[in-house]
């Protein structure tokens, strides 16, 4: 199916299962431990060895020698895989630095040699017989803040230059130029990358790994073995998190093939806890100056975002300006992303690549530049809302109610009874502080194809290689299908992550929710043409879905009778068109926060949170919101607590594990609410849909940050707000 | 317990892991209710020989360092942290996983209010979760103190603050926290 106009009328708008809330149908699985995570797949392959990794000790240069004798003569070994024995293996299009193979180092953690044994504790002991030496690179670079007046820029042009900035600045009556920090963040989703592989007597392999993007490993898998992609088949049904480190091929499953191809028998490998960090992938460190100009009544004039971040050589690392060109008007606008190559672990995408940094920053030189204006910052937002590009007025966004959140959002949380002078509201040893930010994410649709199949008995099938990485995947593709088929969700069976299937968006850049149910309901689509030629070439159109059964010109058939003779299938995948460049597509919230910030000690107690959020048609409100509350406690994190340390002079990350890399805990967290508004936007896809998936993370640290000025009447610009940066300032007890 | 060091070349000096390796033992222990006899490692901790060898896996590993409390398992009533216990530790104990809790026709009622709030989204730090949430009741119920507890000679209310501090060992990145507490809050009542 081509979408290449914005979406009319269609089954989809009944709403009697979608935009329903409805509990996930893998639930019970995940919730009594019986559904199925890639390390744990003992049914698929019998007598699987275990393959532990060793990792480089350094962060640049070369090997000279592995010397594996110890570890092959210990017990229970099978084999010893070193990466020196090998050329670099090919690596997915996507990834920047390779994964194994060769001598050279790029990255502390890169993955050395692979022990292969009988059992986990056998190869995880006989790794630390593995003794590699180096030839360590003394000029490596891994500190940023060195390259903040001389970085180049990541284009040869700036991403957005209108007007005239500088002039436009300079006249502006009201001005703030600052610079932000943001520090490198890991993913840390709880379930490591773990892969298991296996080879038939064919040459094909075999992979049930923990991927977002099934298909992208299929694809990375070929690279890396010099494979076809009808030789390697992954498979991907239960994904203990992402959050972008899964997005591309890693070292798990490339070292599991190597392991399996070298010993004849499966192997299985899941990354240590503390190798994640340096081993994979992080969200890059940024420094951001920010200037905004405007006039008296709080109109912008001038904006400028320069955003520096870090790169191993090939990549992208983390463009925080991406929202600047489009959030808020202004004529006169030079937006420049710059880029650094360092000699640290490959930087790549974490939830909300870009948006994330970026809003940590820009929002709060907004909540700055309001004060400065004697705004409310809520005030300030809405005068300076855009419905168009404000780099391209010809261009407008297909859907904006970002003021309508602001206004509800203010409502709601009680802003008007804010404390309103920064440090001014105590109560006890706690100082209250109120806060809000916006956030932008760009609403990005991705091809995605499935096959829906219609069984004797009525009820309905789902196949696509689309993932659930806890985004709920399963159960709105239920919810898209039975209600173009007129189910039950309980009458439709979702099948996920495998590459057998019809190739699907994946899992990333919240396009997934979006985009592969609109690939169901294309799919669907194909059914129901394919059922009313069955009744007799009546009109597809005019068919009625309801209760298992079609109604056609007064004639209503059961769908078990339809396919009584057997199972009918239907494939098909949603194109997107270009059409959807015609337009800006994007998601909207407006975040308000409260807190206290403890006179004596600087501790920061987050005491509720709220997030109206407008992202088009919402599937599942139940998950959806989990899907919010849950990136708003990433962002509470990012504000408060999340950073992963350098050491500059030997270029890894100190805080390498769950203890030394503090995410947010229950404690942390108290009220949250989260209100969605009744939107549809029928340019994004056919269910009039948009992600929700990373709206949530952006915006919220930053609205954290405001409430923390607030309460203590101390700008902090450099993230996390850990309380070593207020202590000295804190007002006298 | 038998433990049998079947290799005695192992002189002093020579390497500690090459001669632990040698050495396993058999080791009995109840798990949900059923008598089991396995033959181990003696290396193999508690969260191994659930999820390797009794290929109950539904317990899961997220960091094998205490770190993260997706291990989470009740042992003699408590909850322990099976990645930072030695099966061999663990002869002749009670152990309950999250297979022995409920099942997918049959949930136990936390696990049944996990899915109606959804107190969860990848799932991997679920079972440990739902083995805490189950626990933290008990533990009020029978007069264990918290961080947050204020009079400790009173009966200890279950309040979220409460909840709060007792779950705090199991780390959901996905960030399901405040549906957690719904579920639980709601199970602590008796409520369907």
Same mark, same amino acid.
């Given at each position: 199916?081509?979408?290449?106009?914005?979406?009319?009328?269609?089954?989809?708008?009944?709403?009697?299962?979608?935009?329903?809330?409805?509990?996930?149908?893998?639930?019970?699985?995940?919730?009594?431990?019986?559904?199925?995570?890639?390390?744990?797949?003992?049914?698929?392959?019998?007598?699987?060895? $275990?393959?532990?990794?060793?990792?480089?000790?350094?962060?640049?240069?070369?090997?000279?020698?592995?010397?594996?004798?110890?570890?092959?003569? $210990?017990?229970?070994?099978?084999?010893?895989?070193?990466?020196?024995?090998?050329?670099?293996?090919?690596?997915?299009?996507?990834?920047?630095?390779?994964?194994?193979?060769?001598?050279?180092?790029?990255? #502390?953690?890169?993955?050395?040699?692979?022990?292969?044994?009988?059992?986990?504790?056998?190869?995880?002991?006989?790794?630390?017989?593995?003794?590699?030496?180096?030839?360590?690179?003394? /000029? $490596?670079?891994?500190?940023?803040?060195?390259?903040?007046?001389?970085?180049?820029?990541?284009?040869?042009?700036?991403?957005?230059?209108?007007?005239?900035?500088?002039?436009?600045?300079?006249?502006?009556?009201?001005?703030?130029?600052?610079? #932000?920090?943001?520090?490198?963040?890991?993913?840390?989703?709880?379930?490591?990358?773990?892969?298991?592989?296996?080879?038939?007597?064919?040459?094909?392999?075999?992979?049930?790994?923990?991927?977002?993007?099934?298909? @992208?490993?299929?694809?990375?898998?070929?690279?890396?073995?010099?494979?076809?992609?009808?030789?390697?088949?992954?498979?991907?049904?239960?994904?203990?998190?992402?959050?972008?480190?899964?997005?591309?091929?890693?070292?798990?499953?490339?070292?599991?093939?190597?392991?399996?191809?070298?010993?004849?028998?499966?192997?299985?490998?899941?990354?240590?806890?503390?190798?994640?960090?340096?081993?994979?992938?992080?969200?890059?460190?940024?420094?951001?100056?920010?200037?905004?100009?405007?006039?008296?009544?709080?109109?912008?004039? =001038? &904006?400028?975002?320069?955003?520096?971040?870090?790169?191993?050589?090939?990549?992208?690392?983390?463009?925080?300006?991406?929202?600047?060109?489009?959030? #808020?008007?202004?004529?006169?606008?030079?937006?420049?992303?710059?880029?650094?190559?360092?000699?640290?672990?490959?930087?790549?995408?974490?939830?909300?690549?870009?948006?994330?940094?970026?809003?940590?920053?820009?929002?709060?030189?907004?909540?700055?530049?309001?004060?400065?204006?004697?705004?409310?910052?809520?005030?300030?937002? &809405?005068?300076?809302?855009?419905?168009?590009?404000?780099?391209?007025?010809?261009?407008?966004?297909?859907?904006?109610?970002?003021?309508?959140?602001?206004?509800?959002?203010?409502?709601?949380?009680?802003?008007?009874?804010?404390?309103?002078?920064?440090?001014?509201?105590?109560?006890?040893? @706690?100082?209250?502080?109120?806060?809000?930010?916006?956030? #932008?994410?760009?609403?990005?649709?991705?091809?995605?194809?499935?096959?829906?199949?219609?069984?004797?008995?009525?009820?309905?099938?789902?196949?696509?290689?689309?993932?659930?990485?806890?985004?709920?995947?399963?159960?709105?593709?239920?919810?898209?299908?039975?209600?173009?088929?007129?189910?039950?969700?309980?009458?439709?069976?979702?099948?996920?992550?495998?590459?057998?299937?019809?190739?699907?968006?994946?899992?990333?850049?919240?396009?997934?929710?979006?985009?592969?149910?609109?690939?169901?309901?294309?799919?669907?689509?194909?059914?129901?043409?394919?059922?009313?030629?069955?009744?007799?070439?009546?009109?597809?159109?005019?068919?009625?879905?309801?209760?298992?059964?079609?109604?056609?010109?007064?004639?209503?058939?059961?769908?078990?009778?339809?396919?009584?003779?057997?199972?009918?299938?239907?494939?098909?995948?949603?194109?997107?068109?270009?059409?959807?460049?015609?337009?800006?597509?994007?998601?909207?919230?407006? /975040?308000?926060?409260?807190?206290?910030?403890?006179?004596?000690?600087?501790?920061?107690?987050?005491?509720?949170?709220? =997030?109206?959020?407008?992202?088009?048609?919402?599937?599942?409100?139940?998950?959806?919101?989990?899907?919010?509350?849950?990136?708003?406690?990433?962002?509470?994190?990012? =504000?408060?607590?999340?950073?992963?340390?350098?050491?500059?002079?030997?270029?890894?990350?100190?805080?390498?594990?769950?203890?030394?890399?503090?995410?947010?805990?229950?404690?942390?967290?108290?009220?949250?609410?989260?209100?969605?508004?009744?939107?549809?936007?029928?340019?994004?896809?056919?269910?009039?849909?948009?992600?929700?998936?990373?709206?949530?993370?952006?915006?919220?640290?930053?609205?954290?940050?405001?409430? /923390?000025?607030?309460?203590?009447?101390?700008?902090?610009?450099?993230?996390?707000?850990?309380?070593?940066?207020?202590?000295?300032?804190?007002?006298?007890? | 317990?038998?433990?049998?060091?079947?290799?005695?070349?192992?002189?002093?000096?020579?390497?500690? !892991?090459?001669?632990?390796?040698?050495?396993?033992?058999?080791?009995?222990?109840?798990?949900?209710?059923?008598?089991?006899?396995?033959?181990?490692?003696?290396?193999?901790?508690?969260?191994?020989?659930?999820?390797? *060898?009794?290929?109950?896996?539904?317990?899961?590993?997220?960091?094998?360092?205490?770190?993260? !409390?997706?291990?989470?398992?009740?042992?003699?009533?408590?909850?322990?942290?099976?990645?930072?216990?030695?099966?061999?530790?663990?002869? !002749?104990?009670?152990?309950?996983?999250?297979?022995?809790?409920?099942?997918?026709?049959?949930?136990?009622?936390? %696990?049944?209010?996990?899915?109606? *709030?959804?107190?969860? %989204?990848?799932?991997?730090?679920?079972?440990?979760?739902?083995?805490?949430?189950?626990?933290?009741?008990?533990?009020?119920?029978?007069?264990?103190?918290?961080?947050?507890?204020?009079?400790?000679?009173?009966?200890?209310?279950?309040?979220?603050?409460?909840?709060?501090?007792?779950?705090?060992?199991?780390?959901?990145?996905?960030?399901?926290?405040?549906?957690?507490?719904?579920?639980?809050?709601?199970?602590?009542? !008796?409520?369907?």
């Amino acid at each position: 199916m081509d979408f290449n106009e914005p979406a009319g009328t269609n089954p989809a708008d009944r709403g009697t299962v979608l935009g329903k809330s409805t509990p996930r149908i893998d639930g019970p699985l995940k919730t009594s431990g019986h559904a199925p995570y890639a390390y744990e797949r003992h049914d698929v392959a019998e007598d699987q060895l $275990a393959g532990y990794p060793v990792f480089s000790a350094i962060a640049r240069g070369r090997i000279t020698r592995i010397d594996s004798a110890a570890a092959e003569a $210990a017990p229970g070994v099978v084999a010893v895989i070193r990466s020196t024995d090998m050329d670099v293996l090919g690596k997915h299009g996507m990834n920047v630095v390779p994964h194994f193979g060769g001598d050279e180092i790029r990255h #502390y953690h890169q993955a050395v040699a692979l022990v292969v044994a009988e059992s986990f504790e056998a190869a995880r002991a006989a790794s630390g017989l593995v003794r590699v030496a180096y030839d360590a690179e003394g /000029h $490596a670079d891994y500190d940023l803040s060195t390259h903040r007046d001389t970085a180049m820029a990541r284009k040869a042009e700036p991403d957005q230059d209108v007007g005239d900035f500088a002039a436009a600045f300079a006249e502006a009556p009201v001005t703030l130029d600052e610079t #932000y920090t943001t520090p490198c963040q890991t993913h840390a989703m709880m379930e490591p990358h773990a892969s298991i592989a296996q080879w038939d007597e064919e040459g094909r392999l075999t992979v049930w790994s923990s991927t977002q993007m099934v298909n @992208w490993l299929v694809e990375g898998l070929c690279s890396a073995f010099d494979l076809d992609p009808d030789q390697v088949r992954v498979d991907s049904p239960f994904i203990g998190g992402g959050f972008g480190s899964k997005l591309f091929m890693r070292a798990d499953s490339v070292l599991a093939a190597l392991g399996a191809r070298a010993t004849g028998r499966p192997v299985k490998v899941a990354l240590p806890r503390p190798a994640i960090a340096n081993n994979t992938t992080h969200r890059a460190r940024t420094i951001q100056r920010i200037r905004i100009g405007a006039d008296r009544d709080g109109r912008i004039t =001038a &904006i400028a975002h320069d955003g520096l971040s870090h790169t191993q050589p090939g990549g992208d690392g983390e463009n925080s300006t991406a929202q600047t060109p489009f959030f #808020y008007a202004g004529a006169n606008r030079l937006i420049t992303p710059r880029l650094v190559d360092l000699h640290l672990p490959e930087a790549h995408a974490m939830r909300a690549p870009g948006e994330a940094s970026g809003l940590m920053a820009l929002e709060i030189a907004m909540d700055e530049m309001a004060e400065k204006l004697g705004m409310d910052p809520v005030e300030f937002r &809405i005068l300076n809302d855009t419905q168009v590009d404000p780099g391209q007025p010809d261009r407008p966004f297909s859907d904006r109610n970002f003021v309508t959140c602001l206004r509800q959002g203010a409502d709601r949380f009680g802003w008007a009874d804010r404390n309103t002078t920064p440090g001014g509201r105590r109560e006890g040893m @706690w100082l209250i502080g109120h806060g809000m930010a916006g956030a #932008y994410r760009g609403a990005l649709t991705m091809n995605s194809g499935a096959l829906v199949r219609l069984r004797p008995d009525g009820t309905a099938v789902v196949e696509t290689d689309m993932t659930d990485i806890g985004t709920g995947s399963y159960t709105i593709i239920a919810q898209t299908a039975a209600e173009m088929l007129g189910l039950g969700v309980d009458q439709v069976e979702v099948r996920l992550g495998d590459s057998r299937y019809p190739v699907s968006s994946g899992s990333g850049g919240q396009f997934g929710a979006p985009s592969s149910t609109a690939g169901v309901y294309a799919a669907c689509v194909k059914l129901r043409e394919e059922i009313a030629r069955r009744l007799g070439n009546v009109d597809a159109g005019s068919l009625d879905f309801a209760d298992g059964r079609v109604t056609a010109s007064g004639r209503s058939t059961s769908l078990a009778e339809i396919a009584a003779d057997g199972e009918i299938t239907a494939e098909d995948k949603v194109a997107f068109g270009e059409f959807q460049d015609d337009v800006l597509m994007a998601t909207f919230a407006a /975040h308000f926060v409260e807190l206290a910030v403890h006179a004596g000690t600087g501790e920061t107690r987050v005491r509720r949170m709220l =997030a109206v959020c407008d992202a088009g048609r919402i599937l599942n409100p139940l998950s959806a919101r989990s899907q919010v509350i849950g990136g708003m406690v990433m962002g509470l994190g990012a =504000a408060l607590m999340e950073e992963l340390a350098i050491d500059t002079g030997r270029g890894f990350f100190a805080n390498h594990d769950l203890a030394g890399y503090e995410v947010p805990v229950h404690a942390d967290i108290a009220s949250q609410e989260v209100v969605f508004l009744d939107t549809l936007d029928p340019a994004s896809t056919p269910l009039k849909a948009k992600g929700v998936g990373e709206l949530g993370l952006c915006g919220i640290a930053a609205a954290v940050a405001n409430a /923390h000025y607030n309460a203590t009447g101390l700008r902090i610009r450099d993230y996390p707000l850990t309380l070593d940066k207020v202590l000295e300032e804190l007002p006298a007890i | 317990m038998t433990t049998d060091m079947t290799d005695q070349r192992s002189a002093p000096g020579a390497d500690p !892991g090459d001669r632990a390796a040698q050495m396993r033992s058999t080791v009995r222990f109840t798990v949900n209710g059923e008598m089991r006899e396995i033959e181990i490692d003696n290396r193999t901790t508690l969260l191994d020989a659930l999820r390797e *060898h009794l290929r109950l896996t539904g317990t899961k590993k997220g960091c094998d360092h205490g770190q993260c !409390g997706a291990c989470t398992v009740i042992v003699n009533g408590r909850r322990v942290n099976s990645c930072l216990t030695l099966a061999v530790m663990q002869d !002749g104990h009670e152990i309950e996983t999250i297979e022995g809790i409920g099942a997918p026709d049959a949930l136990d009622p936390m %696990q049944a209010a996990f899915v109606e *709030h959804d107190g969860y %989204q990848c799932g991997y730090c679920t079972p440990g979760q739902i083995c805490s949430a189950r626990a933290v009741l008990d533990e009020i119920a029978a007069g264990i103190p918290s961080h947050v507890t204020g009079d400790l000679s009173a009966r200890i209310e279950i309040t979220e603050d409460e909840i709060r501090e007792r779950m705090s060992g199991n780390i959901c990145r996905c960030g399901a926290y405040a549906n957690m507490m719904t579920a639980i809050l709601q199970v602590s009542r !008796g409520a369907p």
